[in-house]
């Protein structure tokens, strides 16, 4: 039977004695005095009827009596801390998983997470970015809660349900400095006289790209890498001549600051809806739709 005499703080000063060997560093670690911490030990030894300590030097020392205790009473200690934080993960919120698309991941995103994360809902994240179609498969498969992103084109919407939230076009981008920006009249044809960072087939915002080029005149373009990554495209393009053809989102940033520059020519043809994107008949909750709310403040200040 467990005597009741014994205390969570005689378990906890026992065990950083011991693993300190001086009452002195224990009393630091646990904001008390080494007097306070004496008496602990005392009155430990008193209840177990065993000397757990001896002087060693200028330090203290275990003994054989102590060792045997050490092991269960530590056991006993990271049972309760095991315990404490099952509780607190049974109080958390539940886990949200997003899916991204680059054109929001870089401007949107770290606000609304910002946002999301003062409400201290205590739901762990998940922020998943990739093409649009994978997005969509894993959002149909349960795998995501919310994709935020480009509309999708009709034939991959079955089973989901979008909200509009603001519109984007599509930016044809270079380095500062770049060549084709000391045009006296700026030929677009030229493009293809670089390499082209293009988003592949298959992704949300090919088909206005492909519209956009060909009713420029623009056809096949021999120097064509297509890339989903931001981050590779960004870095290609500040230290080469290639040309980049993105979301306005992914590069918003960049233009406002000068470390790219968006060439000389209108593509509002190229703007579609952006917005949230679910699972018809999913179930929701709190967190999700706290964030669902953050990410509507976000955007509401942009241009519609």
């Known amino acids: 039977m467990i005597d009741a005499r014994i205390r969570f703080r005689h378990l906890r000063t026992f065990i950083e004695a011991a693993r300190q060997n001086s009452v002195g560093k ?7 005095t080494q007097p306070a911490v004496t008496k602990t030990i005392r009155e430990l ?11 060693d ?36 919120g539940p886990p949200i998983a997003i899916g991204a698309l680059p054109t929001v991941s870089a401007r949107i995103m770290p606000q609304a997470i910002t ?13 998943v970015t990739g093409e ?16 935020i992103g480009r509309l999708a ?4 919407m079955s089973g989901l349900s979008f909200e509009y939230l603001y519109s984007e076009q599509v930016r044809i981008v270079v380095r500062a400095g770049h060549p084709l920006l000391s045009m006296k009249r700026f030929d677009f044809a030229r493009i293809r006289d670089y390499p082209i960072l293009m988003p592949p087939m298959g992704s949300v915002i090919r088909p206005f790209v492909d519209r956009y080029l060909l009713t420029q005149g623009v056809g096949e373009l021999p120097h064509a ?3 989903v990554s931001d981050s590779f495209g960004r870095a290609f393009v500040e230290q080469t001549d290639a040309v980049w053809v993105i979301s306005d989102g992914v590069v918003h940033r960049d233009i406002a600051s000068g470390r790219l520059t968006a060439l000389p020519i209108e593509t509002e043809d190229t703007r579609g809806a952006v917005g949230l994107t ?4 999913a179930p929701s909750n709190a967190s999700l739709e706290i964030l669902s709310q953050n990410l509507r403040s976000v955007v509401s200040g942009f241009a519609r």
Do not use: C
């Open 26 to 32: 224990a009393a630091d670690i646990l904001s008390v």
């Open 45 to 55: 030894e008193d209840i177990l009827g065993k000397r757990l300590f001896v002087k």
């Open 57 to 92: 030097g200028r330090g203290i020392k275990i003994t054989q009596y102590g060792e045997v205790f050490l092991r269960h009473a530590g056991a006993s200690v990271a049972a309760l801390q095991q315990g404490i934080d099952s509780l607190a993960t049974t109080n958390a």
């Open 115 to 127: 946002l999301f994360l003062a409400e201290k809902t205590d739901s762990p994240i998940r922020i």
């Open 132 to 147: 649009n179609q994978v997005l969509l498969d894993q959002l149909r498969m349960g795998k995501l809660d919310l994709v």
């Open 153 to 156: 084109a009709a034939e991959q």
């Open 225 to 227: 890498i297509e890339t």
């Open 278 to 281: 679910r699972r018809d008949g």
